[in-house]
C-alpha cells in the first residue's frame, strides 16, 4: 500500500504526558499537513510543510504543539503536557505540488485519548 | 461564525432515492471547492472537486455557485454503501483545506 500512513493508530497517555506521533506521505508528495477532528467536527487544519520547511501553523497549534519534518519525508508531532482537550483524532495528508490537481490525501489517523 | 456552514442531518433516505446536500461558505476570495466523504472513524477521502460549471461523476453532482458563495451535491440512485458523512471543503489562497462539520448520510434499504 503507497498511502499515508499513521504510526501509532492508537494512543491513551496521562494527562501531562508527552506524545509523538509519525506520518509517513506518499513517497513523491512534497507537501505534508497535519489536522486536528474531534467528535461531531470536521478536521481543522494544524500545519503544513513544503519538503522540510514548515510554511503555515494555525492558532490551533499552541507551544505544547510541535511539528518537524526533518529531511523531508516522514514527519513528527509531538505534543508535549498533554491535556484533555487535547484528545482527538490526528491526521496527517500529503500533496503534490507538481501535480495539476495538488490534491491532499489523508492517511487513517492517530486517535488520542487523554486520561 | 465559522468558513464553512453545512447541515449535520441526519438524512435517513430509502435506497434509490434522490439526496441533496448543501453548504454555503464565508470567504468570498476561496479559490478551490471539494466534496470529501468519511466513513465511520475513518479517514476523508475525497469524492470530487467543485467547479463553477457543475461536474457529475456517476451519481453524483457537484455545483458550485460563487456569487451565493453556495456549493451542492447531489446523489442520484443512492445506494447503501453512499452511508457515509459528507464534509464541504473550501480552499482560500493559501494550503490549509477548511472543513464544514460534515453531513451524515444514511441509505436504509
Known amino acids: 500500500d503507497t498511502g499515508v500512513s499513521q504510526n501509532p493508530r492508537h494512543k491513551i497517555t496521562k494527562r501531562g504526558q508527552n506524545v509523538t506521533f509519525r506520518c509517513d506521505p506518499i513517497s513523491e508528495h512534497n507537501r505534508l499537513y497535519w489536522y486536528r477532528q474531534t467528535l461531531g467536527q470536521g478536521p481543522e487544519f494544524l500545519t503544513y510543510?513544503?519538503?522540510?520547511?514548515?510554511?503555515?501553523k494555525s492558532r490551533l497549534l499552541s507551544d505544547r504543539f510541535s511539528a518537524e519534518r526533518p529531511k523531508g519525508s516522514f514527519s513528527t508531532l509531538e505534543i508535549q503536557r498533554t491535556e484533555q482537550g487535547d484528545s482527538a483524532m490526528y491526521l496527517c495528508a500529503s500533496s503534490n505540488r507538481d501535480s495539476d490537481t495538488d490534491t491532499q490525501y489523508f492517511g487513517p489517523g492517530t486517535r488520542l485519548t487523554v486520561l | 461564525r465559522k468558513e464553512v456552514e453545512q447541515d449535520p442531518g441526519p438524512f435517513n433516505v430509502p435506497e434509490g432515492a434522490t439526496v441533496a446536500f448543501n453548504c454555503t461558505y464565508s470567504?468570498?476570495?476561496?479559490?478551490?471547492f471539494f466534496w470529501y466523504r468519511q466513513d465511520c472513524r475513518k479517514e476523508p477521502k475525497l469524492l470530487m472537486s467543485v467547479y463553477s460549471s457543475g461536474n457529475e461523476d456517476g451519481r453524483f453532482t457537484a455545483q458550485l455557485n460563487r456569487a451565493s458563495q453556495y456549493i451542492s451535491l447531489l446523489i442520484r440512485d443512492s445506494k447503501l454503501s453512499d452511508s457515509a458523512t459528507y464534509l464541504c471543503?473550501?480552499?482560500?489562497?493559501?494550503?490549509?483545506?477548511?472543513f464544514g462539520k460534515g453531513t451524515s448520510l444514511l441509505v436504509t434499504p
Open positions: 471543503v473550501v480552499q482560500d489562497s493559501g494550503y490549509a483545506l477548511n
Open positions: 510543510f513544503q519538503n522540510e520547511a514548515q510554511l503555515e
Open positions: 470567504n468570498s476570495a476561496s479559490q478551490s
